[in-house]
């Protein structure tokens, strides 16, 4: 409904204008503070923010409204994004970022990629031939550094279907040997392991699904091979999905399983991407899932202490609780929640905005019908 979706819109301008605005002043290292377990995460933060925010805002800026309030809203955050990419990009700029020591920058440099992928209109072809270069330049600094064996595959090789996207060489191995580790990690019934070992957490949502999808969307075409993994990828994709939508209960809560719950509703992204694509499994009204994000937004958002005074994010699941957050987890990486936001890429008239609907553990726990869950095979 229109209620909802100027919530979901004002929610995300909330939690990531002020990223934007401090970086395209040049002030984001003066501004944001950077709250962490550890001190050595200032050096990180930053491309943290960025990346994370972007990529959740991305289909909203290539897709959403060019008129009426949300049109104009749309496009001042879009004049912002580009002009954070210029500062965070400019080596002589004082938002100058890291984007070759440590390993962390990896993992956000492909968020920004992914955020190109996402909205190449907006976030590259928009952008002036120096910037572009810039971009390009960051994105390739990244390769000196050695993933870890685990969803951190992946972050390599969307840096790698960007630099496809944007008419750039691109290292094929890069990418074959993510996809081909991700299919031996496999578990079964639409869920992979996160590297050899399974783990109960969001990281199928956080990581694996999306990039997975989507790297396959860009380079599927590429091999018979990756033509082959697309085709076997996508139901799995559509069956976690399934899952997600069930783990939400009737108050709009989620169990609180696995690390890096500072993510907060970013433990969606998956099913706000299926919803965007118009995938979603058959026996989920698109209402049903707004509905369902809907009260986790709200759950999560509207706690104290989520904020601090000046409108940064601060670290926890529900309020603020630093302890919650691991010793990789730093201000910047709390803006991975901006994914629940994908479907405001879909047009106001789309089914997902339209009616009100119950979700599925509505249904189960008032004693009202729903579907039986069902395992796949492939």
């Known amino acids: ?68 309030s949300e049109g104009e809203l749309r496009q001042r955050m879009a004049d912002l994004a580009r002009a954070a990419i210029e500062a965070a990009t400019d080596p002589a700029s004082p938002d100058y970022m890291n984007f070759d020591r440590g390993g962390q920058p ?41 993933p870890v064996f685990s969803n951190w595959l992946l972050f390599s090789a969307m840096i790698e279907a960007a630099l496809h996207r944007m008419g750039e060489d691109w290292d094929r191995m890069r990418v074959d040997y993510a996809l081909r580790q991700h299919e031996q990690w496999y578990a079964g019934d639409g869920t992979y392991g996160d590297g050899p070992a399974f783990h109960w957490d969001y990281y199928n949502s956080f990581v694996i699904q999306p990039m997975l999808v989507e790297l396959l969307d860009e380079l599927g075409d590429q091999y018979a091979e990756w033509t082959a993994l697309r085709d076997k990828t996508l139901p799995r994709a559509v069956r976690h999905a399934a899952v997600l939508e069930r783990l939400i209960s009737p108050e709009g809560t989620y169990p609180p399983l696995g690390r890096s719950l500072a993510y907060r509703f970013g433990a969606f992204q998956h099913l706000s991407l299926m919803a965007l694509r118009e995938q979603l499994p058959a026996e989920l009204a698109p209402a049903q899932v707004r509905c369902a994000l809907t009260a986790v937004i709200r759950r999560q ?43 405001l890429g879909l047009p106001e008239d789309a089914s997902f905005w339209q009616g009100e609907a119950e979700w599925t553990s509505r249904k189960a726990w008032s004693g009202g019908a729903f579907p039986i869950d069902k395992a796949i095979s492939g």
């Open 106 to 146: 990896l993992v956000d440099a492909a968020f920004l990629a992914n955020a190109v992928l996402r909205a190449p209109s907006e976030l590259y072809e928009r952008l002036e031939p120096r910037v572009q270069a810039n971009l390009t330049a960051a994105l390739r600094a990244t390769r000196v550094i050695r």
């Open 301 to 343: 958002i509207e706690l104290p202490g989520t904020f601090d005074e000046a409108g940064w994010l601060r670290i926890g699941f529900a309020g603020s609780q630093p302890q919650i957050g691991e010793a990789y987890i730093s201000t910047g990486s709390l803006y991975l929640c901006t994914t629940v936001f994908l479907p």
């Open 1 to 68: 409904m229109a209620k909802d979706r100027m919530y979901w819109v004002e929610t995300m301008v909330r939690i990531a204008r002020p990223v934007l605005e401090a970086l395209a002043a040049r002030r984001l290292r003066l501004d944001m503070p950077v709250e962490a377990v550890h001190d050595d995460r200032a050096d990180c933060s930053h491309l943290e923010a960025l990346g994370r925010t972007l990529t959740g805002i991305a289909p909203w800026l290539e897709r959403g409204p060019r008129s009426g």
